[in-house]
């Protein structure tokens, strides 16, 4: 048998003990607690070896009484080792989510829970021995599966602290990152697109070494994202405590902000207590282009965000709210300077009801610090509209694979600039038409039922209004409607309906009610 085929043998194997587990703990705990204890048990399991397993030193001692207090010692033992790891502001990721709570019952409930909890663990830690070459990728699954279950089960709260898996991906993909590149995530929930840098969908980039980075406000939301990256093979990641705006924590030597080569988020949106009172003072100088309105905070993220891309290297993309391409005000002159200034690269607008628990559409905005087109097209901004193109699965939106390779090529395209005249006229003809090209300076505008390409001075022309529908028609294509087909059905459906009626009196008739 093949090292795939056990490998999938063994996830079909752990995935109905994780739902023992899970369905056993959500009795007394919230799902998000759920979350948080299995991913903490699954890194128990991690961290150990096959020689030393804590596992199997609980599983030995599981019918006595004290199951929580044995749990926790283990917690304790993991924590000595690398104190660093799982502290952060003495506060310790284990500790986050309790065993020898009294939600989990009283003393012999509890230890009955944990008995089972600790059993099934052993089973699920027998499966990823008979599979150590795959040992990385068993509990990454596991972490996924976890914080999957974990969603299904209350998608409007737990929806907030995540990304949706596909546009994790489509995020981590067109931001192409490479090996010993620094990815930062200033508001990463559950630290879902992170771990798209590091896992197995992203194989073609090799043996990679990234340095990981993020900030989460919420303490269970951080432990979650903690455990979830140890799961997945990231060990030396920085993922700091609190509020990236009021109190920024990845800081350099100097106390400066530090900065990373990719920067990605998905901030909460239209966010009013976003700390706009210190905004102004701002020691770091993020907001010299503006200040975002008091209560709305989606350019807060954006120029937080810009202020910490490496200056050569620097690149991000953000999902914001489509208000942000258009509103004006305050958020209209900060537009007008990121336009200027020919930092914004792409805008790709999105589907509504993508996302968890909420029925906006969103569009995600691409910066680069250096654009360097081979070409030396790099006065211009790129948009692609999906807003209509989507998928339904067991009951939810989602783009669907080709859908998102679409995208992905569009955007890397016009990146290697193979959308110059030439390339357009060979490559893809017909499904595009060049609108001009100027003689005196290399400047151009390609557009199709799902892209444009717009000078910059074209967007200031447009009062630096960046609504998708101002470059795309996105409108529906209107229906010609034969009226004298449709009269021809009528016909036959009133001659039709006029049969029936015959049948069914002459049916009457012969049972005697005519």
């Known amino acids: 048998m093949t090292e795939s085929a056990k490998f999938n043998i063994a996830r079909q194997r752990i995935y109905p003990l994780l739902d ?83 939600k989990l019952g009283n003393i012999s409930q509890r230890d009955q829970l944990l008995k089972k909890l600790i059993e099934n663990f052993s089973r699920i830690e027998t499966e990823v021995n008979k599979n150590r070459s795959r040992y990385v990728d068993i509990f990454s699954h596991a972490a996924n ?36 590149e620094s990815i ?27 340095d990981l980075y993020g900030q989460e406000i919420n303490k269970k939301t951080w432990a979650i ?46 966010l009013e207590n976003w700390g706009a009172e210190m905004a102004e003072n701002d020691k770091y100088n993020r ?13 807060s993220f954006v120029l937080h965000m810009l202020k910490t891309l490496k200056k050569d290297t620097g690149r991000m993309a953000i999902i914001v709210p489509h208000g942000v391409l258009f509103r004006g005000a305050t958020e209209e002159n900060i537009r007008q300077k990121l336009v200027d200034e020919n930092l914004l690269e792409a805008i790709i607008g999105l589907p509504e009801k993508l996302f968890y628990g909420s029925n906006a559409s969103v569009a995600i905005l691409i910066f680069r610090k250096k654009k360097n087109h081979a070409d030396g097209l790099t006065k211009n901004i790129l948009f692609i509209d999906f807003s209509r193109r989507f998928e339904v699965a067991n009951g939810r939106r989602k783009l669907g694979k080709k859908n998102v390779n679409q995208i992905i090529d569009t955007y890397h395209k016009h990146i290697r600039s193979d959308f110059s005249k030439t ?57 010609e409607i034969d009226l004298d087909a449709v009269m021809k059905d009528r016909k036959k459906l009133k001659k039709r309906l006029s049969e029936i009626e015959s049948e069914i009196a002459k049916g009457f008739t012969e049972l005697g009610y005519g």
């Open 225 to 270: 994202a903690k455990l979830n990256l140890l799961l997945h093979g990231s060990s030396e990641h920085q993922i700091k405590l609190g509020d990236t705006i009021r109190n920024p924590r990845l800081l350099d030597e100097e106390s400066h902000l530090q900065c990373f080569d990719i920067v990605v988020a998905d901030p909460p949106s239209n």
């Open 423 to 479: 390339n357009t006229e060979k490559k893809i003809k017909d499904s595009v038409r060049i609108n001009r090209v100027k003689e005196a300076e290399i400047e151009y505008s390609v557009k199709s039922t799902f892209m444009y390409v717009a000078s910059v001075e074209e967007v200031r022309q447009n009062g630096y209004n960046l609504n998708i529908p101002q470059y795309i028609d996105t409108s529906r294509e209107k229906l």
């Open 145 to 180: 599966y976890v914080i999957g279950k974990t969603i299904e089960k209350n998608p409007k709260h737990i929806g907030q602290f995540v990304t949706p898996r596909e546009i994790s991906s489509l995020l981590a993909q067109l931001l192409a990152a490479r090996p010993g």
């Open 184 to 210: 930062c995530d200033p508001t990463c929930g559950y630290g879902l697109t992170l771990t798209h840098f590091i896992s197995a969908d992203n194989s073609q980039l090799g043996d990679r070494a990234f």
């Open 20 to 102: 023992k587990c899970f369905d056993d703990l959500s009795e007394c705990v919230s799902e998000e607690d759920c979350c948080g204890l299995l991913l903490t048990v699954l890194c128990v399991s991690f961290l150990s070896t096959e020689k030393t397993s804590y596992i199997r030193q609980l599983y030995r001692r599981r019918k006595q009484k004290g199951n929580g207090k044995r749990i926790e010692r283990c917690l304790t033992q993991l924590t000595a080792t690398n104190p660093s790891l799982f502290i952060d502001l003495e506060i310790n990721v284990f500790e986050v989510f309790q065993f020898n709570s009294e």
């Open 287 to 299: 907001f010299s282009r503006g200040l975002p309105p008091k209560l709305r905070g989606d350019f």
